[in-house]
């Protein structure tokens, strides 16, 4: 297994660009998550899908930011405008669902280190 | 505000000693789940805990959870360089749905 796919891996925009991270889960997990990690807030939940339904999304930021998840394979976290504070590393995260219709562990991508200017 | 708080906030010791890392939480939690992040990477996933659960041991890892206390500890016996990351502790909570709430980590430093 490939385990979570993270694209771009390192992006440099510049203040006011649409920036648009892309994510693949592991293939058969029912949960995907979106997190973004600072050194100042450590790392915080954005969004998660059940089942490519939004769940949670009470951990996006603001409007400028919107994620999608089309199909079972595949999602993506939006910023636009994006802003220097939005600069951080974003981790999507999937997982299989548990006996009990909830999740446990959570498999993390390798994440895109995002630098806005 | 996060969940979980780690203890202490950076850790170095000398290789082949022991490492305790200590995590507090509020609230009342199904499971609380320890993960390692090498630096420039993902998280990983390194042991379970439920909240039924007092102890639970995976090779050189040792955690141990005291609901009545909403604390829980991570040793690693016998450190070695590669042991050199930041570790988290992330409560998957009663009235949380499927979200883990992660701590703020200790990073924790092995000399050869």
């Known amino acids: 297994d490939a385990g979570v796919i993270q694209s771009p891996r390192h992006e440099v925009t510049e203040m006011g660009q649409e920036v648009t991270l892309r994510c693949k889960p592991i293939s058969g997990h029912d949960y995907l998550f979106w997190y973004r990690q600072t050194m100042m807030r450590g790392l915080e939940l954005l969004i998660y899908f059940n089942n490519n339904v939004p769940i949670d999304d009470s951990g996006m930021p603001e409007d400028r930011f919107s994620a999608k998840m089309p199909n079972a394979s595949f999602s993506t976290l939006k910023i636009q405008p994006s802003e220097p504070r939005d600069s951080a590393v974003y981790f999507c995260a999937s997982s299989p669902a548990t006996t009990s219709g909830s999740t446990d562990t959570q498999y993390f991508g390798p994440g895109t280190r995002l630098t806005v200017l | 505000s996060q969940q979980g708080e780690e203890d202490p906030q950076a850790l170095s010791i000398q290789e082949g000693e022991n490492a305790t890392m200590n995590c507090s939480y509020k609230?009342?939690?199904?499971?609380l789940q320890w993960y390692r992040q090498n630096s420039g990477r993902g998280l990983v996933h390194l042991i379970l805990i439920r909240s039924n659960e007092r102890e639970k041991h995976s090779g050189r890892l040792r955690v141990t959870l005291d609901t009545s206390k909403k604390s829980s500890s991570l040793l690693i016996t016998a450190s070695r360089a590669a042991d050199t990351a930041s570790y988290f502790c992330a409560t998957g909570g009663r009235s949380s749905g499927s979200r883990l709430t992660f701590g703020e980590g200790t990073q924790l430093t092995v000399n050869p």
């Open positions: 609230t009342s939690i199904n499971n």
